[in-house]
């Protein structure tokens, strides 16, 4: 990786010339970590607005950045680099008092799961900071950090240039330009199950590696086709690379749904709270697509509430209802039980019956 740090003052002359899209979007506690990059797909000489970012909401990182100590408030971007030389600038206003300052920024390429840092460049105030760097290859994953103190943090922009020199342009065409993945269609399963996903590069007869990533984490190298247990709604992603260094991928979604299906919900008739560690407690039972119970209340034969508890983990009797009110044991009786719980397709359903209390 060649990172061309004596070219760089060039541009520092003509950022204030260059930041000209309007406002895009501010980046929000969602862009806090890798996994959550906002992504960029712009990047042929764009430029956002100087004060459409800000890392004012993010949460304190426990990641240090390399090239600035204590600068743990930070955002990230993403894109795919479209040619073999990029230039990116971050900066923000000299004279907005809520402008971003002594910051650092960071180059990455990877997935959030194997990152290798490329460059890091810090500002002792407004910026730029300036990452001029060549021999990236066309179709690789990059993230940017941009991070600070708590006290310095404020609002930002951003200029990205992704691009080739244009013998890197007519080589990238010839060498790049035909290399493509194709995947099986996203598949719908209604319950946990092995999920068997397919790859193909074209052209055929380019001798390529496969790499197989679940959630940004690598499953399977050098093989076009995985067998993997899905138990929830996922991303899978397929990348090939080919002898030359090209690169090309393809997204592929499991997603676990309960579309149709009758809700599932099990709740017991009878307990018995004694200690003997069988059936001391009383919770909702569902099967993977319930992920969880909004809330779990019991009323007495007079209809007064005697427990109610939110946010209940569906099975796990230690969560539910012991027997007890402010206290206090309750006697063998009937009691009546009202619930809300949620499916994994973001549906509520709620149910209602008796339950027996047995001392």
Known sequence: ????????????????????????????????????????????????????????????????????????VQVWFTFVAAGSSLFIATSSKDDDQNGLTKFATALYKGSCANLTLIDCQNTMQHGPAVHWIQDIRKGERIYLQVGSEMTQAGNFGICINSFSPLMGDTLDQMDCGLLSVSTSEDVLIEKPQIVELQAYHSPADRNVTYSWFKNDSLLCTNCSSINDLASSTVPYSVRVEDENGCIAEKEIAVVLTTFGRKRFAYVPNAFSPNGDQNNDYLTVFGDATMVNIKFLNIYDRHGRLVFRKEDITPGLAQEGWDGSSDGRQLSTGTFAYLTVVEYIDGASRRFFGNVHLIR
Do not use: H
Request: with cysteine; net charge negative.
């Open 1 to 72: 990786m060649k990172i061309l740090t004596d070219r760089t003052p060039i541009f520092y002359a003509t950022i204030a010339s260059i930041w000209l899209v309007p406002y895009i979007s501010s980046a929000q506690m969602e862009q806090d970590d890798c996994i959550n990059a906002l992504e960029v797909t712009s990047i042929g000489g764009w430029c956002s607005d100087l004060g459409s970012f800000s890392n004012v909401e993010a949460a304190i990182s426990d990641q240090e950045m390399t090239c600035q100590t204590g600068a743990n």
